[in-house]
């Protein structure tokens, strides 16, 4: 089984990075976990696209989301929502209009976030959900949510507890995968 964790962060320190590796090293037997980010991106614009057509960029995530069996979102919140950087993304990816429903149309899909406030994320992936539905992805009902993050990144026992976290949420989701619609 193959999924594809996207980093809604640029940062190169990014926790909701951090985690997605931790989310690679403790992914289930059989299950590989390939991190993706946005890096060159750039912001959507209709004349450019017209011009230039879809940027590498966005063709190299596309092609690794459809040729994934499942896909996690993992973003960061800023201001109560998710970055800009991964809307955008989206917005990209459903360029042109037919690409949409072969990238999400059924996908498998799961909301993961970390932040050092106290809520998670909770606020970003609510919001998150709105554009989900607009995509069509079939969307898995668990949520990561690691808060307070800069204490479980530690090295030591709390990291333990959000290793712990990561391997129940990730077999929820193989789980829901493998499931037939």
């Known amino acids: 089984m193959k999924i594809v964790a996207v980093s809604g962060s640029l940062r190169a320190k990014s926790f ?6 931790l989310m690679a090293e403790q992914a289930p037997k059989g299950v590989e976990l ?3 980010t946005l890096h060159g991106i750039p912001l959507y614009d209709g004349d450019l696209e017209e011009k230039e057509g879809i940027p590498a960029a966005v063709e190299s995530l ?3 989301i459809k040729a994934a069996d499942g896909l996690v979102l993992v973003t960061p919140e800023y201001n109560a929502g998710m ?4 809307k955008n993304a989206l917005d990209w990816l459903t360029r042109p209009g037919e690409e949409m ?8 899909t799961a909301l993961a976030g970390a932040t050092p406030g106290a809520w998670g994320t909770s606020l970003a992936q609510s919001g998150a959900l709105i554009n989900l539905r607009q ?3 079939h969307l898995y009902p668990g949520y990561l949510r690691v808060s307070k993050v800069h204490e479980n990144l530690d090295g030591a026992g709390a990291e333990e507890k959000l290793k712990e976290q990561i391997r129940k949420w990730l077999a929820g989701f193989t789980d829901f995968i493998g499931q037939s619609e």
């Open 135 to 137: 995509l069509g992805v």
């Open 34 to 36: 390939q991190i993706q």
């Open 16 to 21: 909701n990075t951090r985690v997605a590796r």
């Open 83 to 86: 970055p800009g950087v991964l």
């Open 101 to 108: 429903k072969p990238t999400f149309g059924g996908r498998k």
């Open 62 to 64: 596309r092609g690794a």
